[in-house]
């Protein structure tokens, strides 16, 4: 029988029992030690090796004649030799039990590698005489192993209690040696889960950082607080501050770590940054512009949009600047905000910046004051918002409102000076009519009546204003109405001007009233000549352009879409931004008494206005003047013009019923209208007016009505006669236009006469409606085809 290793060795190595020695013979006992895998040596009661079995060559490289020679502890390593002494003495004090010793002996080719024995004492044996050491070379990890489980109590108990993870592992292969408890909850794992693995299966997440550790240990011979993940049990990662050092455990170098789970340090840290990030693009991509500087005006911080409010590429650019003189135009206002703040919680102030091109812009400051822990002020903080268009904005609505008051007052003014100067101019004419006045009160009365014409042109250009003057709009090409007026322009204005008329090819057409354009480039043409009293040059250009919301000179309020524009410039006196600011005004005149009347340009206002268009002028003083009309380009194809056709001014025997609340005026056309053999009923409202409907016996043929009269206006009871007579044919009368009738009042066999009227014109209309010739015979016209003389 051959017995196996596995059941025979162990029993002599571990040395459980010794009867089975002493009851086999000498030479089965010899035969079984020299041929085990084990290697066995025999030390005689001075502990020197007496004999050692042939495994010795193999594990230790002597030969076992070779190791009988050498003093055993010379074979010790010398950090071991206390140790292993201890060992002995135990076994020596204890004959028969088997006492465990690790220690490293000296290979014969130099190294140092570790041995476990049991050692057994049968010195009292007489078949042994000796003491028996059966031993094996050992992996380092179970030698530290061991050295830790031998080592002291004080190192385990700072080990095992200590706060942080901490674990022991062999520094060259990363085996798990011994962890503490803390290590154990933080990972998951439990202590046999671990020990003896290799810290890269079970906890590195990065291989690199082991490698990164290591080149740290070998370099330093510590590491101190590395960032590193280590994985737990249940794959969780954790976010850790490694601290390790180098020690050296039964011989053996291993690696003591401590490490802090700092993943939720990590995470708020993350997540702090990741809001400030946010604040950060808040900041970036607010609309308006911010930035912080130092009380004496050095910008610390800008954003995007302050770099592009001021015309600049970088913030690096910006940074460069000084607030004070390099942004703000006036520098003392950079003071007056920062005194306005100091003093407590302010609204912003509005102020001026200049831009990297000089140009200046409006901007609104709301700013903060920055403190340190001493409550000083460390810096200013500010909101910028570019308020330039709007403020441009709220400029020209303010004008145009204010443009709007005064066309109303002066609308209302024409209209009553109107009714008197009709009254005036009739009167006058029924005296010069008179034979039996004598002739130098017909030249008086002829006097009056040419200056009535001229106060009636003054009150058409104040409605004109107003825009309550009737339009005759039509479509056509303003080229064609400059080529007409280009021959009249130098007569105009004189020869030391020189007259140019740029025409745009192919310009598109505007439908606009044509006798008023001519008026709006003659009233220009005459300004430019008051302008340049020593001569100069007039240009007059047509052009066709497109808004599209990027013209500085365009008027902020137009709407996207073509245009035509129509400028008038001269090389004139020009004017400063003060006068630009009154000129469309009526009655605003820098001209000397008698020279200006301060209409010319109000009435272009109203002209431009009333035909949808623009008006805007570009001038400064001593620099010429340009005024650029812009028009909508119409879409309805070209009209051409009929020549007026004069009606004559006959009478007729119909009966007609006159309207009119100013007496005055009742009078004078009831009695031009009898005069021209009429029979007329005349009446001071709609009320009366409609009695008179209800209860005439006479047929009445033409309702002439004022429109706008108190009790009943012209437009109801217009409506009620008609419903009376059907054929009733309505003749409405107003020194407003048409569009104070309200829209669609004028029906077929009604039309409209501006007022102020000459008696021949009302008797030609009267004449023509009764005929039924009135060229209103159309539906829903708010746009009434008549015009007053
Ligand atoms: P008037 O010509 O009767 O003074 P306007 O309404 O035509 O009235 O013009 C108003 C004012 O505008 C003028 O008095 C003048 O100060 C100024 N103005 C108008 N056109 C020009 C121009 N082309 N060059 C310089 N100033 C002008
Ligand atoms: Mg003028």
């Keep these: 029988m051959c017995p196996d290793r596995s059941r025979v060795v162990p029993k002599v190595s571990s040395g459980g029992v010794s009867t089975p020695a002493q009851r086999l013979s000498d030479a089965t006992f010899r035969a079984l030690i020299e ?27 002597y030969t076992p004649g070779e190791i009988v020679r050498i003093p055993s502890f010379d074979l010790v390593h010398p950090d071991d030799v206390a140790q292993l002494r201890t060992r002995f003495e135990e076994c020596l004090a204890q004959p028969g039990k088997p006492i465990r010793a690790v220690a490293r002996i000296r290979h014969k080719n130099g190294s140092w590698p570790t041995m476990e024995g049991v050692l057994t004492n049968f010195l009292d044996d007489p078949h042994v005489r000796g003491i028996v050491n059966n031993y094996r070379e050992i992996t380092e990890s179970v030698r530290a192993e061991t050295a830790l489980r031998e080592s002291e109590d004080k190192f385990k108990r700072a080990f095992r209690s200590n706060p942080n993870a901490m674990s022991i592992t062999t520094l060259a292969e990363g085996r798990f040696l011994d962890v503490n408890d803390v290590f154990l909850r933080t990972s998951g794992y439990t202590r046999e889960d671990l020990i003896g693995r290799v810290s890269l299966e079970t906890s590195w997440v990065e291989k690199e950082d082991r490698t990164r550790m290591l080149r740290c240990l070998s370099e330093q011979g510590y590491v101190e607080a590395m960032e590193t993940s280590f994985r737990g049990k249940t794959g969780a990662v954790l976010i850790v501050s490694l601290s390790a ?33 946010q604040y950060r693009s808040l900041v970036e991509l607010a609309p308006y512009g911010i930035y912080r500087a130092t009380r004496d005006g050095r910008i610390l911080m800008v954003n995007s ?25 006036d520098r003392s206002e950079r003071a007056r905000l920062l005194q306005k703040v100091e003093a407590g919680p ?49 400029k020209q609505l303010q004008t145009r409102q204010k443009m709007e008051a005064i066309a109303q007052l002066a609308g209302g003014v024409a209209h009553d000076f109107n009714n008197l100067l009709m009254i005036i101019r009739s009167r006058a004419a029924l005296v010069i009519a008179d034979a039996s006045q004598p002739e130098n009160v017909v030249e008086e009365a002829e006097e009056i009546v040419r200056a009535t014409r001229r106060a009636a042109e003054l009150t058409r250009q104040m409605l004109a204003f107003s825009r309550d003057q009737v339009l005759e709009p039509s479509v056509l090409n303003l080229n064609n109405l400059l080529a007409e007026l280009g021959n009249m322009l130098p007569h105009l204005i004189g020869k030391q001007v020189e007259t140019r008329i740029v025409a745009a090819p192919n310009l598109g057409l505007v439908k606009v009233d044509r006798g008023q354009f001519e008026q709006v480039v003659v009233n220009l043409a005459i300004n430019a000549r008051d302008a340049m009293p020593t001569g100069g040059r007039l240009v007059v250009e047509t052009s066709n352009v ?20 129509l400028s008038v410039t001269d090389t004139g006196v020009g004017m400063d931004k003060e006068t630009q ?10 001209k000397e008494r008698g020279k200006g009347t301060g209409l010319g340009l109000a009435m272009v206002y109203g002209i431009v206005q009333q035909s949808g268009g623009h008006i805007s002028v570009v001038s400064a003083a001593g620099a010429g003047t340009s005024f650029n009309i812009y028009l909508p380009e119409a879409t309805e ?14 009478g007729g025997t119909e009966t007609i ?107 030609r209309q009267v004449r023509a409606m009764l005929d039924g010739k009135a060229a209103s015979e159309q539906q829903d016209d708010a746009q009434p085809q008549l015009k007053s003389n």
């Design 245 to 277: 050092v180098v020690v050296e455990i039964g011989g053996v170098q291993c690696v003591l770590t401590t490490s802090q789970d700092i993943t939720g340090r990590k995470r708020a840290a993350e997540k702090l940054r990741r809001s400030e990030e």
């Design 346 to 394: 302010a609204s912003p102030i509005e102020t001026t910046w200049k831009r990297r091109d000089g140009s200046i812009i409006s901007v609104r400051l709301a700013a903060r004051l920055i403190y340190d822990s001493r409550s000083r002020v460390l810096q200013t903080e500010v909101f910028v918002e570019n308020v330039t268009e709007q403020r441009a904005l709220e």
């Design 305 to 329: 949009a302050l770099v592009k409010m001021l015309g600049y590429d970088t913030p690096e650019e910006v940074l460069r600047l000084n607030l004070e003189t390099d942004v703000y135009e």
């Design 657 to 763: 019923l006159f309207v009119e609340d100013e007496e005055a005026l009742r009078k004078v056309g009831a009695d031009f209208l009898r005069s021209k053999g009429y029979d007329v009923l005349a009446a001071a409202n709609g009320l009366d007016a409609l009695h008179i409907c209800r209860t005439t016996d006479r047929s009445i043929r033409l309702l002439v009505t004022d429109v706008i009269m108190p009790r009943m206006g012209g437009a109801e009871l217009a409506k009620n006669a008609v419903a009376l007579n059907p054929n009733l044919r309505v003749l409405y009368v107003s020194a407003y236009s048409g569009r104070a009738l309200p829209r669609g009042a004028l029906k077929p066999g009604q039309s409209f006469l501006q007022k102020p009227f000459s008696m021949a014109n009302l008797a």
């Design 581 to 590: 600011a009154h000129i469309f005004e009526p009655f605003f005149t820098t």
């Design 637 to 650: 194809p070209e009209q051409i013009e009929q020549a007026d056709q004069v009606v004559p001014a006959p």
């Design 35 to 61: 041929n085990s895998n084990d290697a066995i040596v025999l030390f005689d009661p001075a502990l020197n090796i007496s004999y050692a079995s042939p495994a010795t060559e193999r594990i230790l490289g």
């Design 546 to 565: 497109e808004i599209d919301g990027h013209r500085s000179d365009s008027h902020p309020l137009m709407k996207r879409g073509r245009y035509v524009l």
